[in-house]
């Protein structure tokens, strides 16, 4: 085995909770069978602890709004994604990701940041949040819909 | 706190999986080789993300199966050193705090890393931070088992646990003169055998760290 780059890309909470739904799922790769005992051991934890995360209520096109907002604001890639990945809700927390907080964001960046990532990606209370989660919910059954129909 | 992971690796496909797919049969033979393993100086490996690339497959002499160089990207939990996580408290001892993130333990948050000051409940076994509040004097603020908490990575150690000359037997107490010391000793459990292949190391002395409850606004 060679390792040919240990640092190939971050990945966000988001994208792999959804990987590992999907694997899961058997959407793309295909459901761990008994032989593959370790993948479905990481998989079942992996997903039980990112689901109490709040990745699990991101989507697609909110974590893309607010990837476009937060770029004014010359933060470093590391910064953004600890910022999309805990969601914070306190200016405390911020100047905790944030390196030199106090010579980079003035009090007024720092309102502004809480404010965009409430609207973009809200926590788990949020009315439009709701919405969404139930055009999954329909999607998921059509998938099941599907399946029923291939089997029979 | 997840990264994506360019890795080449020899897949050895044994003749009775020869009915699957190719590209199914590599994704599982990666599967069962990496998935919830710890890859020294890489972190712990969780999926595999996508292959990039299979070259030809050769069959050698005397084994039917057939040997692939792939190409490919895993996700693995590395958390980069000053990165913040959320875990939850596992045990608490003198030396400090164990915390689990879930899918991974071995974090520990040494003593000295701790809210300053901080002391130890000997009756509970319990941390707690004397936060001296500017009005009302010390608050004892306790870190309770099974609570959240928010650290900062400061270190991480790899080690490397893979089978080495037995030198750990000359360590070992020389056998005793009684009846079982004729057959070989066989260790049963190695204490070295134990040690976790990745440890994080965190610190919560810091503004803002520290259990999720202590800086709730409001």
């Known amino acids: ?152 | 706190m997840f990264v994506l992971v360019q890795m080449k690796d020899t897949v050895r496909i044994s003749p009775h999986l020869f009915h699957l797919d190719s590209m199914d049969a590599i994704r599982e033979s990666l599967n069962v080789k990496f998935a919830n393993k710890v890859v020294y100086n890489v972190g712990l490996c969780i999926a595999l993300w996508d292959i990039e690339k299979v070259e030809d497959s050769y069959i050698f002499p005397g084994d039917g199966a057939t040997h692939t160089n792939v190409h490919f990207r895993y996700v693995v939990f590395r958390p980069f050193v000053d990165e913040i996580l959320v875990g939850r408290i596992k045990s608490c001892s003198k030396d400090g705090l164990h915390v689990s993130v879930g899918f991974f333990d071995d974090i520990v948050i040494p003593s000295d890393s701790l809210q300053h000051p901080s002391k130890f409940n000997e009756q509970e076994q319990l941390w707690s931070w004397e936060y001296e509040a500017p009005d009302e004097g010390s608050v004892d603020l306790p870190m309770d088992i099974g609570g959240d908490i928010r650290f900062r990575v400061v270190d991480e150690t790899f080690v490397d646990t893979t089978p080495s000359c037995p030198d750990d037997t000359l360590s070992m107490p020389p056998p005793s003169s009684g009846p079982s010391s004729s057959t070989n000793p066989v260790p049963v459990s190695d204490p070295t055998a134990k040690k976790a292949p990745y440890t994080l190391v965190g610190s919560i002395s810091e503004m803002g760290l520290g259990m999720l409850s202590w800086w709730k606004p409001g």
Not at chain 1, 2 to 26: F, R, T
Not at chain 1, 85 to 96: D, W
Not at chain 1, 105 to 113: D, G, H, K, R, W
Request: net charge negative; proline share 5%.
């Open chain 1, 1 to 152: 085995m060679e390792v040919k780059s240990k640092n190939h890309a971050m990945l966000s909470n988001y994208e792999v909770l959804g990987l590992l739904k999907d694997i899961q799922a058997g959407r793309g790769q295909k459901k761990p069978n008994k032989f593959q005992t370790n993948l479905a051991t990481i998989t079942y934890e992996t997903i039980k602890c990112l689901e109490n995360w709040p990745c699990a209520h991101h989507t697609p096109s909110g974590l893309s709004a607010a990837m476009k907002a937060l770029a004014p604001y010359g933060l470093t890639a590391a910064e953004k994604l600890q910022l999309i990945n805990l969601c914070p809700s306190s200016a405390v927390e911020i100047q905790l990701i944030v390196e030199e907080s106090e010579e980079r964001l003035s009090e007024t960046q720092i309102e502004e940041l809480l404010d965009l990532l409430a609207t973009h990606i809200p926590g788990p209370d949020t009315q439009n949040e709701q919405a969404e989660e139930e055009e999954e919910e329909e999607e998921d059954q059509g998938d099941a819909y599907d399946v029923t129909d291939a089997s029979a």
